[in-house]
């Protein structure tokens, strides 16, 4: 639907609030602001096919200003304010951002970078040297429709754990911006989204799921709730305050709210939710089944990347008759690959890619593009899992966290999923460290619940927890204990950041 039938229809409606603030912005609002906003990019020479940067929090204007950039077809790159600066330079250079915008918040990274190469560079809630007021630049400009209206996307960056990140780029979309699509709407389809819906999110909003879902939802008429911060018991609070009937979130997520103490967890009241969509990361399957006992056969999880080469989902149901499964392929067809090319049979383990989903290309890297490409012409986001008879999918882990240990190939999800869930463990992270004689070894990393539970006992007791449930080849030979491991808000674990401590000196083989 256009943002100004909408607007037309419910200008009064709130589009979104943020919810730790409070700030309401209504779907006229949005519509003028996003306008003014078009307006700006079209004064600045920008047309359909060119590129913008954006790096700031859950900023109240940030929706604003993807929707002016979405309407004027443009490339909108959104980037994760917990980079440093050259990581950031590094990434509105490669986009060939022609303009970056940002807040007074992120001041102490973005007035050490170089942004020679953008033609402009604005700033909201006050400038620096070098930066424009992005507030007084839209209030120049009036609140009317740009005459070349079309759909500009998002061209997000991979978070860079395997080295460089590596910007998505799909081709825009033809045809009249706002104009319904043909077939089924999937949004309306899987998770039943109306104009009534109240969507919840409460992860950063330069992470692919949580910038599309919310400016789907926006884009169908419904009220959007935006936490600026994840956290457990407030999550909980915001549905209850605000009745969400739909919320996305990732394993973490889940587990944090879990380990709360019940007199915290079962406070508030979460029977307004109607849908809870999750993905990002494989949920364990007893953590999942103590989701559906509390919040009911709302569950939905799906099996995607930013790539949009394929689409996987299951419901609540569905995952009960088959649990630990992503679901089954609605777009794209799934194909999984031995180490020799070829498919493997039902029930093996392989790479998995899609055949008939959307295009993409990595930007700026042929290389990339063309590894991710099987010669039948699928591809592949570098998953390993596994088909079932009836054609769902399970996901093992990623094919570069693999462990090789005297020749045996071991991937840590299943001994991680296992020790995240002992009482006394908060979070944990596997992976390789080198080994003379075997080459690698199993080493964990656990975040504990309690600092002062650290120890050899500890230590002992997570590790034969781990040798009672699954084979000892999986388990961590020793364990180390960090006070915070360095998760990313989306639920991605940065193990190379905790894995590099052990491979100084080595042949480092990045993850």
Not at 352 to 373: A, L, P, Q, V
Request: proline letters at 5%; hydrophobic letters at 35%.
């Amino acid at each position: 639907m256009h943002p100004g039938e909408i607007a037309a229809k419910t200008p009064d409606k709130t589009a979104y609030v943020i919810a730790e603030t409070g700030h309401v912005v209504t779907f006229k609002e949005l519509d003028d602001l996003s306008m003014r906003g078009s307006q700006l990019f079209r004064s600045l020479g920008l047309k359909r096919g060119d590129h913008i940067a954006i790096m700031m929090e859950n900023h109240q204007a940030l929706l604003q200003i993807t929707l002016a950039a979405q309407r004027s077809g443009l490339y909108f790159t959104a980037i994760s304010y917990r980079l440093q600066e050259e990581e950031v330079d590094y990434i509105v250079s490669d986009c060939q951002a022609r303009v970056f915008i940002t807040s007074k918040a992120q001041q102490a990274v973005v007035e050490k970078m170089n942004l020679d190469h953008c033609d402009k560079s604005y700033m909201l809630d006050g400038v620096i040297a070098g930066f424009e007021s992005w507030e007084d630049a839209i209030e120049d400009m009036p609140a009317e429709k740009i005459a070349d209206e079309s759909t500009g996307v998002s061209m997000l960056y991979s978070s860079g754990t395997t080295g460089r990140p590596k910007g998505i780029l799909k081709p825009l979309p033809e045809g009249e911006y706002g104009a319904e699509e043909d077939g089924p709407n999937l949004f309306a389809m899987l998770y039943g989204v109306t104009e009534e819906s109240i969507y919840l999110s409460p992860a950063p909003m330069y992470h692919s799921a949580p910038l599309t879902f919310t400016m789907a939802f926006m884009g169908m008429g419904a009220t959007c709730i935006v936490m600026q911060h994840f956290e457990a018991e407030a999550a909980l609070a915001t549905i209850e305050k605000y009745q969400a009937t739909h919320s996305q979130w990732v394993p973490t997520m889940f587990i944090r709210m879990l380990k709360l103490d019940d007199e915290l967890r079962l406070k508030y009241d979460v029977t307004s939710l109607q849908v809870a969509i999750h993905a990002a990361a494989p949920c364990p399957v007893p953590v999942k089944q103590q989701m559906i006992e509390w919040w009911g056969p709302v569950l939905h999880e799906y099996y995607a990347g930013t790539e949009a080469n394929g689409y996987v989902a299951i419901n609540s149901e569905q995952w009960l008759a088959h649990k630990g499964s992503v679901g089954q392929a609605l777009s794209g067809e799934v194909h999984i690959v031995g180490e020799d090319g070829k498919e493997v049979p039902t029930g093996e383990e392989g790479t998995i890619y899609f055949g008939g989903g959307g295009d993409f290309e990595y930007y700026n890297d042929e290389d990339k593009t063309n590894d991710s490409r099987h010669p039948e012409g699928w591809s592949t986001l570098g998953d390993v899992g596994c088909l079932d008879a009836e054609g769902f999918l399970y996901l093992t882990d990623r094919k570069s966290f693999m462990i090789i240990s005297g020749g045996v190939n071991i991937y840590p999800q299943e001994a991680e999923n296992l020790l995240v869930l002992h009482p006394r463990v908060m979070d944990v992270a596997i992976f390789g460290i080198p080994n003379e004689e075997f080459g690698e070894e199993v080493k964990a990393v656990v975040q504990p619940k309690h600092w002062e539970d650290v120890g050899p006992e500890l230590e002992a007791e997570l590790i034969d927890y781990c040798r009672e449930h699954i084979s000892h080849i999986k388990c961590p030979k020793t364990i180390d204990f960090d006070k915070e491991l360095p998760r990313h808000p989306t639920g991605k674990l940065y193990k190379r950041l905790l894995r590099d401590r052990y491979w100084e000196g080595h042949k480092t083989k990045l993850l």
